[in-house]
């Protein structure tokens, strides 16, 4: 009997750091363990494989920032089933976006010491926005165990059991003490569940790496925190970090300065 073809995986790296795609390969055992149920046919972080699409399930990581990338992102949608995208860049532009409430030119010039051979978008935006995109996995870098049980799903043709609480639930099961009422900066109530609280735990302030949870109210904790002493420009600043261009984030940043 002829054994069924193992799916295809394809991995795509746009404008990033290539952390996400660091955290598949900090799966260790388990991506042992997944490499035998799927082929991996495009990977570049990994191997130097590559199988010509059509793909099952593509991973993209990173946002789209130059002409090419806008046109390539199609490319990769239209040879994959089904598109993942991982990651804060992906799915919010990442800290890169930035650059959408500035002259991108001022920033090449400063950076480039040949800036006319640079070429580049005005902006930074998430694949989303330029493709449909079947489902997001939030985060800077992305959880690894969240990641599997992504892709896992997929494979399984069932939806991802991915938690849709905030961070300061993480903070209570941790049983850290709130860093807010200490002074520090945190976003915890209106960001995604997925880093375990690692920063609050040692007594250092959350910027929202996560992205915003579902239904945040951003507008409630800011008047929360300017009770405590935040300052506009404090508020301002912690809004527009990792996530910057993430709607919820964008839209009460505005209402603290541009």
């Known amino acids: 009997m002829t054994q069924a073809p193992r799916p295809r995986l394809a991995v795509w790296k746009f ?46 990581e990173g946002s789209i920032t130059t002409a090419h990338d806008a046109e390539r992102i199609k490319m990769v949608r239209e040879q994959s089933k089904f598109l993942i995208t991982i990651g804060a860049c992906a799915t919010a532009g990442g800290i890169q976006a930035l650059r959408n409430f500035a002259d991108v030119d001022d920033f090449v010039a400063a950076v480039y010491a040949s800036p006319q051979y640079i070429s580049t978008l005005k902006t930074s935006t998430p694949i989303s926005a330029h493709v449909p995109v079947d489902f997001e996995l939030h985060g800077c870098p992305i959880n690894k165990q969240q990641l599997l049980e992504v892709i896992s799903a997929f494979l399984a043709q069932r939806k991802p059991q991915i938690a849709a609480h905030s961070v300061c639930i993480e903070c209570k099961r941790r049983g850290t003490t709130c860093v807010m009422v200490q002074g520090k900066p945190c976003l915890g109530p209106v960001t995604h569940a997925g880093c375990g609280a690692i920063c609050p735990a040692f007594g250092r302030g959350c910027y929202g790496c996560f992205g915003p949870m579902e239904t945040p109210n951003a507008a409630s904790l800011m008047r929360e925190w300017q009770l405590l002493g935040a300052s506009q420009r404090d508020m301002h600043r912690a809004l527009r970090t990792f996530n910057v261009a993430a709607e919820p984030f964008l839209t009460e940043s505005k209402t603290h300065g541009d």
């Open 15 to 60: 404008a990033s750091c290539d952390g996400c795609q660091l955290s598949l390969l900090d799966c260790e055992d388990e991506l042992l363990a997944l490499a035998g149920a799927i082929e991996i046919a495009n990977f570049p972080e990994a191997s130097r494989t590559f199988i010509e699409g059509p793909y099952d399930l593509s991973l993209v």
